[in-house]
């Protein structure tokens, strides 16, 4: 398997432009989750889906943010409209029920945004 | 709320000196800590998990209920260990983690 797989790695845009990222889980994985990287917060969980069903989206920050995933194997991250402090690193990352409480988190390589 | 608190956003040691990382959080129930790593380069991924009370890579990290605490250590550092460290949290029925904003480690030679 190749891991979870983003798209696309890197994204430059301009401010009020809509932007969308996407995300394929390891196949079979149940769980998939959406978390942004800053400097300043480190790790923030934005949303997770359960067996393609939103958990919990209170990580979210704002309306202009929202995430789908319409079937087991494809998740999309949108924002529209974009703003410069939305520039960060995008994480999409999968996990498998029973593999612990918590479940080992296996992560793509990201999708670093920027907003000019 | 939980919450995962790692209080130094940079360590820099000498090759072969102590490393330890700081880890406190906070939760009312019965929480899952775990450490994930992240190489220059590459993905993030876990290094280690307090249920299963191994060693990786040299690393350990003991659970302290009482201090409310799960720090990462490494008797003898390398320069390969240079990395980010995220501390993470889960607990009951939310299978989502709560990372701490992370320590990068330098290690130099």
């Known amino acids: 398997d190749a891991g979870v797989i983003q798209s696309p790695r890197h994204e430059v845009t301009e401010m009020g432009q809509e932007v969308t990222l996407r995300c394929k889980p390891i196949?079979?994985?149940?769980?998939l989750f959406w978390y942004r990287q800053t400097m300043m917060r480190g790790l923030e969980l934005l949303i997770y889906?359960?067996?393609?069903?939103?958990?919990?989206d209170s990580g979210m920050p704002e309306d202009r943010f929202s995430a789908k995933m319409p079937n087991a194997s494809f998740s999309t991250l949108k924002i529209q409209p974009s703003e410069p402090r939305d520039s960060a690193v995008y994480f999409c990352?999968?996990?498998?029920?029973?593999?612990?409480?918590?479940?080992?988190?296996?992560f793509g390589e990201g999708s670093r945004l920027t907003v000019l | 709320a939980q919450r995962v608190t790692q209080p130094e956003k940079l360590l820099s040691v000498f090759k072969g000196a102590p490393v330890e990382l700081k880890c406190n959080y906070s939760?009312?129930?019965?929480?899952?800590l775990f450490w994930y790593v992240q190489y220059s380069r590459q993905r993030l991924q876990l290094l280690l998990r307090h249920i299963s009370r191994e060693s990786i890579k040299g690393f350990t990290a003991d659970l302290n209920k009482g201090e409310t605490s799960f720090h990462l250590k490494k008797p003898f550092a390398q320069e390969e260990d240079s990395a980010m460290y995220y501390c993470?949290?889960?607990?009951?029925?939310?299978?989502?983690?709560?990372f701490g904003s992370g320590t990068r480690l330098q290690v130099q030679p």
């Open positions: 939760y009312s129930g019965s929480p899952e």
């Open positions: 993470a949290l889960s607990n009951t029925g939310r299978r989502a983690l709560t």
């Open positions: 990352a999968s996990s498998l029920l029973g593999q612990g409480r918590g479940g080992e988190l296996f």
């Open positions: 889906f359960n067996n393609n069903v939103p958990i919990d």
């Open positions: 196949s079979g994985h149940d769980y």
